[in-house]
């Protein structure tokens, strides 16, 4: 099994709809973050999470909410989805205690705004 | 403003050819660079680059940090098809007591028999 999951890994959805991407991960670390990548653009930052209480934006959040149910869980959420919001969406993790930076993705969820 | 830039955006090779894949920055505060590999869907770990560690190999692949140059190279040697990947570079900035990553948009290699 992934050491980080996501689901759905796809989705097709309409203008408008709310649409919720849910990761867990079986790593232990503290640190999660979701990220979408677009062509040409790498990957970019969306949300970020140190701890269940401590929520940060990235540096494209608007459009986005998240929720860090527990240590294992953090969830990205689009309250009312727009087509530019198609992309590859990624959840990833990162060790506190190493703090190298290095992060462990999941498989990543294709969203299709319609 | 902080950036990453990666050269060339794609790469066409055929077996057994050595490539050279190039990373340049600015950033304020360097902590290191990492450098991924994306097949099909997830990035994985390849290396990570520090001011006290700025070379790295394993098997073909080898990468090197000029931090004079603010730059980074991954080189592939006797490349072989299941080489074709995405290749991208991060690089991991000190920012307000967090490791900020900063991704380059990637470099496409495909590598044909």
């Known amino acids: 099994d992934a050491d980080v999951t996501q689901t759905p890994r796809n989705r097709i959805t309409k203008t408008g709809k709310r649409i919720m991407l849910e990761c867990s991960q079986t790593?232990?670390?503290?640190?999660m973050y979701w990220y979408r990548q677009d062509p040409g653009l790498g990957l970019r930052l969306i949300y970020y999470s140190f701890d269940v209480k401590d929520i940060n934006k990235g540096e494209i959040s608007d459009g986005y909410s998240v929720s860090r149910q527990a240590q294992a869980k953090f969830s990205l959420s689009l309250e009312s989805a727009i087509p530019n919001q198609t992309a590859l969406y990624f959840c990833a993790t990162s060790d506190t205690d190493r703090n190298t930076g290095e992060l462990f993705f999941g498989e990543g969820s294709r969203l299709t705004v319609l | 403003e902080d950036k990453v830039v990666q050269s060339p955006l794609s790469l066409v090779v055929h077996e057994g050819d050595t490539v050279t894949l190039n990373c340049s920055y600015e950033v304020t505060n360097f902590r290191s660079l990492l450098w991924y590999k994306q097949e099909k869907k997830a990035p994985t770990f390849l290396f990570m680059l520090?001011?006290?560690?700025i070379e790295k190999k394993s098997g073909r692949l080898s990468s090197i940090l000029d931090k004079k140059e603010l730059s980074s190279i991954l080189n592939i040697t006797a490349t072989q098809t299941g080489d074709s990947a995405i290749y991208l570079c991060a690089l991991v900035e000190i920012s307000g007591g967090y490791n900020k990553l900063i991704f380059g948009a990637g470099t496409r290699l495909a590598v044909h028999p």
């Open positions: 790593k232990g670390h503290d640190r």
């Open positions: 520090t001011s006290s560690g």
